[in-house]
């Protein structure tokens, strides 16, 4: 019973950081139906520090009981999981060229989504989005309170299992549509779903999305 109620309540964390995420990614993506102008971004700045707080609570908060992993304990830095981190690095943006090499030319349809949304908004908003909020969002969500939901003792079996499902789910997220492109997203999961597990600290799978993400803009 109380374990049931357990999983129940970081469910309903990982339903509720997933829709305030969603309302993040709305106020920065479509500005102007909010009335966002440069007179009113102080409150969006706000409400945006509000958000990924709460976010971030509910991860921690899940790791206040079994914590068999050590997820997120102190220190935080050190040489070894930056070098680690790097590593994620070199490594995610060498599979995507890759398969984006074999699938040819063309976007998925959630990159020409995101394309049209950058054509239409406010490119800085868009870019702050891409490049810092969504990052954090998605890697306390797809790995810190996915992980915080589905693990439990350390195994080979759980470490498997859970990079496959940290991938499955964020590619899904991202190519809902089942295309060939999906699978670039799964492995694009499962590489920072890695960089997690191996550092332990979803610090380091939000600086290689970030630094993944900024690619894009350069």
């Known amino acids: 019973m109380k374990k ?3 999983i129940g309540l970081k469910l309903a964390s990982l339903i509720l950081a997933f829709v305030t995420y969603s309302a993040l990614q709305s106020l920065y993506f479509y500005p102007q139906s909010y009335h966002i102008t440069a007179a009113s971004e102080g409150w969006l700045a706000l409400v945006t520090l509000v ?3 709460l976010i971030y609570w509910l991860y ?3 790791l206040r009981g079994e914590n ?3 997820f997120n304990l102190a220190p935080h830095w050190d040489w070894r999981r930056l070098l680690m981190a790097l590593g994620g690095f070199i490594l995610i943006v060498f599979a995507s060229a890759t398969m984006l090499g074999l699938l040819g030319h063309g976007n998925s349809a959630n990159q020409q989504a995101l394309d049209t949304i950058e054509r239409h908004g406010q490119k ?3 870019a702050i989005m891409v490049v810092l909020i969504a990052p954090i969002c998605e890697e306390l969500i797809f790995r810190g309170l996915l992980f915080n939901l589905s693990f439990s003792r350390p195994s080979r079996w759980h ?3 859970n990079l496959v499902l940290s991938g499955l789910v964020f590619g899904y997220l991202h190519d809902p549509t089942f295309s060939p492109y999906l699978w670039v997203y799964v492995v694009l999961g499962i590489i920072l779903a890695g960089v997690y597990l191996k550092t332990r600290d979803v610090r380091y799978s939000i600086l290689v999305h970030m630094a993944y993400n900024a690619l894009g803009f350069i």
């Open 124 to 126: 800085r908003l868009f």
């Open 51 to 53: 958000g990924l707080a």
């Open 60 to 62: 921690r908060l899940g």
């Open 68 to 70: 068999a992993w050590h």
């Open 4 to 6: 049931g109620l357990i």
């Open 159 to 161: 470490t498997g299992f």
